[in-house]
């Protein structure tokens, strides 16, 4: 079987099959809506019990698209009585959902200009013109790149593509060490950096909007970026020495950057639409920066410079009708949990229960970190959708987080940099399997990616254990009482 063929994620299922799995999921939750409920529990919250139960099945199962599941699950909470129409869709009029419409359109700006590309070249030729170089460029490239693409799965495809043209101009060898070094370094700039940003990833956006309203007034765009250094920048600096040292080709391998500048030149000067958009992303990351000092919220500057791009022509009509409406729906399904569970008290019935079988863990957060980053790894081997993994957790685990004196944006940040870092399987990220194709599927074998998925993984929970302390001195964590 082709490397190609085995990156493949799993076939979708028949409609047989579907229709078998939905009527069982449907006679499952109305199962456990029927039960008597536990101390802690109504009806209405056995209700919101079985129908969140419904949707995780069928996430986990993959009957229909993740969008679609969200939206139906927002739908039975309004049939069921848990939720008023206007209370299970209000989070449609957030600031949160409304900033990554912005972002994701200026993110498509940024693509269609090639902007991306030229930066991208421009980092590669600045540095040192040989494979410790290169490697150091394409992680550099992506962090610095990160808040300007929120799809990461987008963000990926387009720098697997570049990476596979660099690899063809410098005429490697399929599937060698300095192929792999090369499109290893792309994942770690690309995606595993995103949670270094607010608006780096889809799974950022739904930390912040599961965080309760009084924690996420704190936590501003600078804010997110200065708490996350502390464990990320470890993580992405064990990786890069364990590319370096792994899949280094030797002193001899030393690479002409004449292609790198032709490509350059192919580009021609930067064209108005390029020049454009540069100065409103600059403009919109400075508003972020500095929203401490005005607090306009931050979706203001992205809707600001979305309308900016459009009325100065850098995106058109077309491009406009292109913004992924599945992944706004899916995300507003994503965040509804948090709603359903918190007003029908399930989360604080949750945590209740999961008190006793984690009390252990939550005597230090020495040991507590560590334990939601394995349960994470270990549920990625059920739930496919990565955000959706995020929200059910996120909610699911909050109460006890906190009675534990963990910050909730601490526990999204440990389920995020756990969760995408979890690749031994092609159907268990859909990001890295993107990148794989991208790429023409012949730059690293499946074999090579569960070692770096491993490797990535002790990374992450040394980058937590590292960044546990500065947190404690930033109040993100609590000390509980002996």
């Not at 206007?86 to 419409?101: H, I, P, Q």
């Not at 972002?103 to 693509?111: N, P, Q, T, Y």
């Not at 889809?202 to 708490?227: D, K, M, N």
């Not at 100065?312 to 995300?331: C, I, N, Q």
């Amino acid at each position: 079987m082709s490397q190609a063929a085995k990156a493949r994620p799993r076939p979708a299922l028949q409609r047989e099959h579907r229709l078998v799995l939905c009527a069982l999921s449907v006679l499952l939750s109305f199962g456990i809506a029927s039960l008597k409920p536990p101390s802690g529990l109504d009806a209405k919250g056995m209700a919101a019990l079985a129908i969140v139960f419904w949707a995780v099945f069928n996430w986990v199962l993959g009957v229909f698209d993740d969008y679609i599941v969200g939206l139906m699950m927002t739908l039975a909470c309004v049939i069921a009585g848990v939720l008023t129409f206007g209370k299970a869709f209000e989070v449609y009029s957030t600031s949160t959902w409304w900033l990554l419409v912005g972002v994701i359109g200026i993110g498509v700006a940024v693509e269609r200009s090639g902007l991306l590309a030229r930066l991208a070249l421009r980092t590669l030729l600045a540095l040192p013109n040989n494979f410790a170089g290169q490697c150091t460029g394409l992680v550099i490239s992506g962090m610095a790149l990160a808040p300007a693409l929120a799809a990461v799965t987008g963000k990926a495809a387009i720098a697997a593509r570049f990476v596979s043209g660099m690899k063809k101009s410098l005429a490697l060898e399929d599937y060698g060490k300095y192929s792999t070094g090369l499109f290893m370094s792309m994942f770690v700039g690309f995606v595993l950096a995103s949670p270094l940003y607010m608006t780096a990833s889809v799974g950022a956006f739904v930390i912040y909007g599961l965080l309760p309203e009084q924690y996420r007034s704190g936590i501003t765009w600078t804010y997110w970026l200065l708490a996350s250094i502390p464990a990320i920048v470890p993580l992405i600096a064990i990786m890069l020495a364990f590319i370096l040292r792994r899949y280094n080709p030797g002193p001899d391998a030393i690479v002409s950057s004449r292609k790198l500048e032709e490509e350059l030149r192919a580009l021609g000067s930067p064209s108005r639409n390029e020049i454009v958009t540069g100065v409103v992303l600059v403009l919109i990351l400075v508003a972020w920066v500095t929203e401490p000092l005005h607090h306009v919220a931050n979706a203001v500057p992205a809707l600001a410079g979305l309308l900016a791009l459009v009325m100065t022509g850098v995106l058109d009509r077309k491009a406009f009708d292109e913004l992924p409406l599945s992944m706004l729906l899916f995300l507003g399904a994503i965040l509804n949990i948090g709603t359903v569970l918190s007003e029908t008290r399930v989360d604080v019935w949750i945590g209740g229960t999961l008190s006793p079988l984690l009390a252990g863990a939550t005597a230090s957060p020495f040991i507590f970190l560590p334990v939601i980053a394995l349960l994470t790894v270990i549920l990625r081997f059920v739930i496919v959708s990565y955000s959706a993994l995020i929200g059910v957790l996120m909610v699911s685990l909050m109460p006890l987080a906190t009675k534990a004196g963990v910050h909730p944006w601490v526990l999204g940040t440990v389920l995020h940099v756990a969760g995408q870092c979890v690749f031994f399987m092609p159907y268990q990220n859909a990001v890295y399997v993107v990148a794989h194709q991208a790429s023409g599927g012949r730059m690293a074998t499946w074999s090579e990616a569960r070692v770096v998925s491993l490797v990535s993984l002790v990374a992450a929970v040394i980058g937590l254990l590292v960044a546990t302390p500065v947190w404690l001195k930033m109040g993100l964590i609590t000390m509980p009482p002996r």
